[in-house]
Structures are given as structure tokens and as C-alpha cells.
């Protein structure tokens, strides 16, 4: 809209002189050295090819004496990612302090907190980057997580509340939801998941954990519908095979259920409540040698209890 305002208050070319363009000749203006390389950097990393970036990201370092932000914060991102967190935390708290007004910088400092355990001290750089972006719902959400993690159940309401009203996030319906299980209100809880599956019908996780709450209270008929409608809109949804197998797995009808087993196991091979009810499909067919292969994949190996289970 601007330019064509622009392009009205222009002065009409005289139909006896050609329209003359001016060619600026030159050198394009010079990225500053400390973004050169910031384009390249977030290429291989989106690609996963984290050798390569790490190697980048030591020459744009070294080319700004350590004072490139966006290579210093991809940096941390790749330590977290291979797992060193406490490495990821220190340099992510060195590129906050190049920018100490950035918040995605201080939700990283607290999320590396989160995951070293630090639960007290990831809460207060959360509410600092709260400080800096008032309405960023991920950072009510998280501050809810902790505040479950601290036990303190009303701060995570109020926090987890925010959030929705934010965003009506899946997530954080599902947390605060786990908060009003963790308070013993139940029926809170299915009022509230059953508002998320109206307000997200197409969510599986959402479903599925609806679901399973059912199946917690008896409500089986309810609980299965949700789980079906779940894997109708992903069949490879691994709650919901492991609650509608088990429920499958009740009736008798182990065939079935180590069908649906099968699928799950390609996304979630190392599932110890997997192989315990593989295992117990087997008990149920009488092929014992197979139950004692499967219970040794699970935590407390072929000598734990029997108990069929599912994930909420």
C-alpha cells in the first residue's frame, strides 16, 4: 500500500524523453564480520551436520574473539544435543551476556537448569526472561513445569493457566491437567482434557491421554473410542497402541494385541512397559521361553511383577 503511494506522487515521465535508469556501481555493503558466517552456520545445523558447524563456528569465534551471539547460542545447542548439558548451560550463559536483553538466549540458560535438576534455579531465569518478553506462553509453561517439580501445585495452576490462555497449547492443557491428578481432582481433570479434545480434535496426544484417564476411572467404552479415533488420525501413535493393546490384551485376544505391539516397537524399542505386556501376551499364549526374553527388557528384568501397563 505504501508503495503505491509512492508510485502516485512520483512525477510522470514527458513522452518525448526516454526514462533514464541509474546504475549504482560498487561493492555491496559488507556483512559485519560478526554475522559472516551466522547464515552458514544455521544451514549445516538444520541439516544436522553438526561437524561441520562446529568447525565454522570456532573460526567465527576466533574471528571475534568469542563475541558472535548467534555462534556462541548455536554452539550450546549442539552440546545439549550430544548431551553435555553442563557445557550447553556455560555457553549459553556467555552469549546472554553479549545480549542480557534477548529472552530466547535466557529460556535456553533455563532450560539447560531444567535439565541438570536445578528446578529452583531454572524458575528464576525463566520469571528474568518473563521480564523481558511479558507474553511468551512457552515460558508460563515452563514455569509451570517447575513449579510441579517443586511441588508447589498452585503456582503451577496459575502458570499453566496463563499459558493456555496464551496459546491453548496441547502441552500445557496436558500438564495442568497432571497437576489436577497430582491434587487428587479427577473430575477436574476430565473436564479439562475433555475441553482440549473439543478445542484440539485432531490431536492425537490429546486423545489418548483423555483416553487413558478413562480407562484409569472404568470407563473402557470411552476409552477405547478415544484411543481408535487417536490412531485413526496416527496409526503409529505409541500411547495409544499401548492403551488400546492392553485393553485388547484384557479380553484374550493376544494375536491382536502383539499386532499392535509390533507397530510400536518400531518407534519405541526400548520401552520397558512395551515388553512387559509383549511379555505378558506370551504368558497368556503359554510360550514361556518367549515370556522370559521379553521381561529381561524390562527395568527390573525376567524377575519383576507381572502388570499390564500402559502410558499416560
Known amino acids: 500500500m505504501a508503495d503505491e503511494d509512492e508510485k502516485e506522487n512520483l512525477p510522470a ?34 541439516r544436522k551436520e553438526f561437524k561441520t558447524c562446529k568447525a565454522l563456528i570456532q573460526e ?38 553479549l545480549n542480557t536483553t534477548n529472552p530466547d538466549t535466557m529460556k535456553q540458560v533455563a532450560r539447560s537448569l531444567f535439565l541438570l535438576g536445578r528446578h529452583r534455579a531454572a524458575l528464576e531465569a525463566y520469571n528474568e526472561a518473563a521480564r523481558l518478553s511479558a507474553k511468551d506462553w512457552e515460558i508460563f509453561h515452563n514455569q509451570g513445569i517447575c513449579f510441579i517439580h517443586l511441588k508447589d501445585y498452585g503456582q503451577a495452576r496459575e ?18 491437567g497432571r497437576v489436577y491428578l497430582l491434587q487428587g481432582e479427577t473430575s477436574m481433570a476430565l473436564d479439562l482434557y475433555t475441553h ?20 484409569e476411572t472404568g470407563e473402557t467404552k470411552k476409552a477405547f473410542n478415544l484411543l481408535g479415533n487417536a490412531l485413526t488420525y496416527d496409526p503409529t501413535h505409541f500411547k495409544s497402541i499401548l492403551g488400546a493393546g492392553s485393553m485388547i490384551q484384557r479380553q484374550g485376544d493376544y494375536d491382536v494385541a502383539l499386532t499392535k505391539y509390533k507397530i510400536a516397537a ?23 521361553v518367549a515370556v522370559s526374553s521379553s521381561s529381561a527388557k524390562t527395568p527390573g528384568g525376567p524377575h519383576s511383577p507381572a502388570i499390564l501397563s500402559y502410558s499416560r
Open 266 to 288: 518400531q518407534s519405541a524399542p526400548e520401552s520397558p512397559q512395551l515388553w512387559n505386556n509383549i511379555g505378558m501376551c506370551f504368558f497368556g499364549k503359554g510360550k514361556h
Open 159 to 176: 502458570c499453566l493457566r496463563k499459558a493456555i490462555r496464551l496459546n491453548s497449547a496441547v502441552a500445557s492443557f496436558i500438564q495442568l
Open 196 to 215: 482440549a479434545v473439543n478445542f484440539n480434535p485432531e490431536n492425537p496426544d490429546m486423545m489418548s491421554t483423555l483416553g487413558l484417564l478413562h480407562l
Open 13 to 46: 515521465a514527458k513522452p518525448s524523453q526516454p526514462v533514464q535508469r541509474r546504475v549504482i556501481r560498487g561493492k555491496a555493503p559488507e556483512i559485519p564480520i560478526f554475522e559472516r558466517k551466522n547464515w552458514l552456520i544455521h544451514l549445516h545445523f538444520v
Open 60 to 97: 567465527q569465534l576466533h574471528e571475534t574473539n568469542g563475541r558472535c551471539e548467534f555462534a556462541l547460542y548455536v554452539q550450546a545447542l549442539i552440546e545439549r544435543l550430544e548431551g553435555n548439558i553442563q557445557s550447553s548451560l556455560e555457553i549459553f550463559q556467555k552469549a546472554q551476556r
